[in-house]
């Protein structure tokens, strides 16, 4: 073991690292005696003074136990985390039901799954909801493939003032549709009645006119003048029928020559007329009846 000196003593460093690999009784057998491969031109190695000791690192201070190395410090290990206990189908039950009833809301298995941090199993999740339906313990509604699941008022706090308020909305609700169907029918009656004020209405107009047509075949019969045939009123009805007809048709095929004459002489139809003098039904102050005018 080699050892180096300061103006001061023995190194402290060269001590430290000769306490350390180097069992005890040899370290103070280093102290007093020189070792073997040391020669009479080498000075022995002094003794540790007492003011020196007192400025030795701590770890020079601490005396090591007899024949024994210094032990390298050891990793303390952290204690293992225990897995969480897995809950029984009864206690998964009871855990859902009552989250169920604190929230008081509707969820679906997924939100129930979710909310729960995995507590229980996600496929546990619908079945245990689907068991607590069947049980009444909540309501079910379903909207096309997916399952909305609600706690049943009667497990919440305050439910059975909720299920007398629940009655008394099905006695308003039954109460408004039986008034519904009153109104329709009343309704369909003064529809009905309607319906005869117009018919009554109507047969009082028919009857008005009847008496005044009586009225006017008495006056006439009562005048002496002479009496038409019922065919010859038909006759000269075909016959002003006829004339009226040919009337309309020559009418519009001479509107139809002088517009062609127009267009092609880029002339107005008005100027036409006044050009070749012909007298319209307007200005002859004669037109044609409305039967007759399409």
């Known amino acids: 073991m080699v050892f180096s000196f300061t103006s001061g003593g023995l190194c402290w460093n060269c001590l430290w690292w000769n306490y350390r690999l180097r069992p005890s009784s040899l370290l103070v057998k280093a102290k007093t005696e020189p070792t073997k491969t040391q020669t009479d031109s080498e000075p022995a190695i002094p003794p540790v003074k007492a003011s020196e000791a007192t400025n030795a690192p701590e770890e020079l201070k601490k005396e090591p136990k007899a024949g024994s190395s210094q032990p390298k410090a050891a990793a303390k290990k952290a204690p293992e985390k225990g897995k969480e206990k897995k809950l029984t189908k009864d206690e998964m039950e009871v855990k859902v039901l009552e989250y169920m009833r604190q929230q008081n809301r509707p969820y679906n298995a997924q939100n129930v799954f979710d909310n729960l941090h995995g507590a229980v199993p996600k496929g546990s999740v619908q079945t245990i909801m689907e ?23 009667s497990l919440v706090v305050g439910g059975d003032d909720a299920t007398a308020l629940q009655q008394e909305v099905d006695e308003a609700s039954k109460k408004r549709k039986a008034l519904g169907n009153d109104l329709d029918t009343t309704r369909k009656e003064m529809s009905q009645v309607a319906s005869k004020h117009a018919a009554a209405k109507e047969a009082k107009e028919s009857a008005a006119e009847a008496l005044t047509l009586e009225a006017r075949a008495k006056q006439l019969k009562g005048s002496g003048e002479e009496q038409v045939e019922e065919s010859e009123v038909r006759a000269v009805e075909a016959a002003f029928t006829q004339v009226h007809q040919t009337w309309r048709k020559r009418k519009r095929l001479c509107m139809d020559t002088l517009r062609t004459l127009g267009e092609a002489m880029s002339t107005r139809t008005d100027q036409l007329l006044e050009q070749y003098g012909v007298d319209t039904d307007e200005d002859c102050g004669q037109t044609l009846p409305l039967e007759f005018s399409q």
């Open 131 to 153: 068991s607590l339906v069947t049980e009444g313990k909540l309501l079910i509604k379903e909207y096309g493939k997916i399952k909305v699941f609600l706690v049943s008022q």
